[in-house]
């Protein structure tokens, strides 16, 4: 099933309910029908009852001229096992995004390059005043030629910012945006520690409006992908991430029941 959407990059949310005729694995994904590689959102749900319905809360902080939301069986070619209940679109709340007016540039060039990223070739790419630079290259690799598993890495003298493309076709825009995030926060918090740029780098993306659930996809895809490279450190990563997040959506929360 395949829902048109004019979006004209506007910041929207979906509320969305869907009705399950069987146990299935649903798929869901907003995408610009221009462009591969290009998508806004891309979430899955798994119905183990029969006319089981859910509710979800779909975020687009940032959109294309237009888009697709594309909500599918992920084990059947038909969309018969599931019909949709309620479908609404409203406008999101404002950008608040609270930081120096650098880093409000930074978030600017780091979104607009996510959202390119899958059409992009490789090469250099200044933000709009020459502040900042990403270098877009086929893959990171180490001294020797050897490809890393980092899909960025942040130069530590100057705000420039390597990117795989290899490992950003495959991600979605926000998981870009929170990977950048992070780089962003290695260079204006001068810090090499992970945990502080981690922390750094998602409150700025869970600020712009972003949905938590991608922010844990961003760390749990690439260490999913290396499974043999994957320790206490990157463990104790997820999990002091996915209980920052908690805290910050509570915190929302509370604040708009006062």
Known sequence: MIIPIPTNKERFIIHLRIKAHRPMELGIQGYDPKYR????????AR???????????????VSSKKMELLIFD?????????????????PMEALSLWASESEHRFMKFAVSFSQKAGHTRVGYYDSPNGEFLFHYVDAITDGSGKELITPARTHRLMPRVQISRRLFLDY?????????????????????????????????????????????????????????LVGQAQLDRTRDLVHFIEEYIHEKETISYT
């Open 74 to 90: 992920k084990n059947a070619m038909h969309d018969r096992n599931f019909s949709v209940v309620s479908f609404k679109v409203e």
């Open 172 to 228: 979605s825009i926000p998981i870009r945006v929170a990977i950048l995030a992070h780089e962003g926060c290695h260079w204006f918090l001068n810090t090499r520690s992970q945990k502080t740029a981690d922390l750094c780098g998602i409150k700025k993306y869970l600020d712009y409006g972003f949905p938590k659930i991608e922010a844990i996809y961003a760390m749990t895809k690439i260490f999913g992908s290396y499974p043999e």
């Open 37 to 44: 590689h290009t998508y806004y959102l891309r979430r899955k």
């Open 47 to 61: 119905f183990v009852k029969t006319n089981e319905q859910r509710t979800f809360q779909l975020r687009f902080p």
